[in-house]
């Protein structure tokens, strides 16, 4: 029972990990309507330059390691911002009112340009920060064996729940979110209601940005290292997830992915770890078919 109860903790780190994805990516796909997998590229570009600029602060400008990686955290979110408004102004306004096979293919080519840019920036090179706040913290125990968890995933699990908290209550009560409905729901309709269509995209960008930097960051920080192809594995997974839970709602979106973490760190805990995502987009495509069945059989009731 113990046994279960750990991979169940270990579920919640990388849960709250893709909750974070999940939730800004249905920011910007609940108005574009439109495949983005730029989402996982920036998740991972933001935590390898937080990584970069820890590193650079640490051996070149001679700070200490907390200061680094302090440095290293603004100046990823700096980047998430300036990489959300290009996306925002100079590739999903103009592409918005045209063929979803074109968002597709210009967000492919921004993800493998931020993946290059990662791996150049590195010299090729995968940097590492040392272990932080690795201290294993017992929340139960039997004369066998520890349930424990580390310092750093009990303060990510912490942060990414009053990030989501905070969120979806903004979400749910402030002017912002009844006007992202809205625009998601009609935006010709919103914008003849005096909305103003553009502005309230542009901020579920930025915001989808943050959450992207914020996901980076935390993994960047507990892994030590985030790879450079790892941008197109988080980003489609968080794609099949949201898929499955649909684009109204970012706070369920949250809910469904960090369920999906949990599925995953269960799979890892009792069977073969290499055929974890098979199986897990498996059942994905066997939930969106099935899905789609019972919408197709309700329309013709």
């Not at 974890?276 to 919408?295: E, K, P, Q």
Request: aromatic share 12%; with cysteine; hydrophobic share 55%.
């Amino acid at each position: 029972m113990l046994y279960f109860f750990q991979q169940a903790l270990n579920g919640l780190h990388s849960g709250a990990l893709y909750a974070l994805l999940a939730f800004g990516y249905v920011l910007t796909n609940g108005i574009l309507h439109r495949t983005n997998l730029a989402h996982g590229a920036l998740f991972a570009f933001c935590g390898q330059t937080m990584i970069l600029t820890a590193a650079f602060g640490y051996q070149v400008l001679w700070l200490t390691l907390l200061a680094a990686v302090a440095l290293g955290v603004v100046t990823a979110f700096l980047y998430a911002a300036l990489v959300s408004h290009v996306l925002s102004r100079n590739v999903f306004e103009p592409l918005a009112q045209r063929t979803p096979n074109a968002v597709v293919v210009t967000t492919l080519g921004v993800l493998l340009f931020l993946s290059e840019a990662s791996r150049i920036a590195a010299d090729t090179h995968d940097l590492w920060l040392p272990p932080m706040l690795a201290q294993p913290i017992v929340l139960a125990r039997d004369a066998t064996f520890k349930a424990t968890l580390t310092l750093i995933q009990l303060l990510d699990c912490a942060v990414a729940l009053a990030a989501l908290g905070l969120a979806s209550w903004a979400f749910a009560r402030s002017s912002f979110g009844r006007r992202w409905r809205a625009v998601s729901d009609d935006p010709k309709a919103a914008a003849m209601c005096g909305i103003d269509v553009r502005a309230v995209f542009r901020q579920a960008v930025l915001s989808s940005g943050v959450f992207a930097a914020l996901g980076g960051i935390m993994a960047g920080l507990y892994y030590g290292n985030v790879s450079f192809d790892s941008g197109l594995v988080y980003g489609l997974k968080i794609l099949f997830v949201t898929a499955v839970g649909g684009y109204l709602s970012p706070p369920r979106a949250a809910l469904g992915a960090a369920a999906f973490g949990m599925a995953e760190s269960l799979w890892a805990g009792y069977f073969p770890v290499e055929w974890r995502d098979a199986w897990i987009y498996v059942f994905l495509v066997a939930t969106l078919v099935l899905a789609g069945a019972n919408r197709e059989i309700d329309k013709v009731a």
